[in-house]
Each structure stands twice: as structure tokens, then as C-alpha cells.
């Protein structure tokens, strides 16, 4: 049984190009896997940015809510002074009356 060297030697070059592609393969798929751990960084990122918009966002809304809610509160006060004040200035011409 005799060897074909050409045939041989074919093989051994077809192996060596075929390991030359799959090294070129896992390069890309390397690259590709950075880029793709990039991405999901940055979309991660952004998610927390949005949550602490919206965090903020709310905080500022109470905020407002509790300015207005105090305005509201002290108006109701001063209404209530005022009510006070004209109904005891309304009895003071009848209380000087019966004193006389």
C-alpha cells in the first residue's frame, strides 16, 4: 500500500486553512461578545439613569404638592383669623351699648 504525498500534503493544507478560519472565527465571535457586554452596559446604565429621573421627578412633585398644601393650610388660618376678628368687632358696638 503506497501513500499519495500530494495527497497528504493536500490534507495537511486544508487542515492548516481550516484552522486559520476558526481562528478567525473565535476572534470575531471575541470582538462581537466585547461589543455585545458593552451594549448591555450601557443599556443597564441608562435604565438606572431613568429610574433615578423618575425617582427625582416624583420627589419634586411632593415637594410641590407639600408647598401648595401649606399656602392652602395658611390661607385657611388667616380666613378663620379674619372670621374671628369681624365677629368679636361686631359684638364690641353691643357690648359698649349694654354698658351704658
Request: proline content about 1%; hydrophobic content about 35%.
Amino acid at each position: 500500500m503506497q501513500l499519495d504525498l500530494s495527497s497528504t500534503e493536500n490534507a495537511k493544507n486544508a487542515i492548516t486553512e481550516i484552522d486559520k478560519y476558526l481562528k478567525q472565527i473565535n476572534e470575531k465571535q471575541t470582538e462581537y461578545g466585547a461589543a455585545y457586554n458593552r451594549l448591555e452596559s450601557a443599556l443597564e446604565s441608562i435604565g438606572v439613569s431613568i429610574d433615578n429621573l423618575t425617582s427625582t421627578q416624583s420627589t419634586i412633585k411632593d415637594a410641590d404638592i407639600t408647598e401648595e398644601s401649606s399656602e392652602y393650610i395658611k390661607m385657611q388660618i388667616l380666613q378663620q383669623a379674619s372670621a374671628t376678628l369681624l365677629a368679636t368687632a361686631n359684638q364690641t358696638p353691643s357690648i359698649a351699648l349694654q354698658l351704658l
